[in-house]
Nanobody, 126 residues
């Protein structure tokens, strides 16, 4: 059974950085998509970045390009999201998720993703 556990959130000052982690386990496959999403109060869930486990290819939402970096451990274990130059509008619950049916292209559309973690809260104060 796939399990995803996020960590690394917290309260930070604007301009700071955070690295979120997602411990992933229980896969029967070696190739699938992993994605990071966030949801702020009163807003829809937003896709941020995705990574294809097969070859490490990454995708980013235009809104976060240059500030967010998705990466993985070499053994395809933990997934990371590095966030730089944090802004107040980055305040949200951040989730990792996996799309086990991916054929090699990773979408930033939450409906594609089959398994989700419980989320980690990021709060940015200005």
């Amino acid at each position: 059974r796939v399990q995803l556990v996020e960590s690394g959130g917290g309260s930070v000052q604007a301009g700071g950085s955070l690295r979120l982690s997602c411990a992933a386990s229980g896969y029967s496959y070696s190739t699938y998509c992993m994605g990071w999403f966030r949801q702020a109060p009163g807003k829809e869930r937003e896709g941020l970045a995705a990574l294809y486990r097969g070859d490490g290819t990454t995708w980013y939402a235009d809104a976060v390009k240059g500030r967010f970096t998705i990466s993985q451990e070499n053994d395809k274990g933990t997934l990371y999201l590095q966030i730089h130059s944090l802004k107040a509008e980055d305040t949200a619950m951040y989730y990792c998720a996996t799309d086990i049916l991916s054929g090699g292209y990773c979408y930033l559309w939450d409906a594609r993703y089959n398994y989700w973690g419980q989320g980690t809260q990021v709060t940015v104060s200005s």
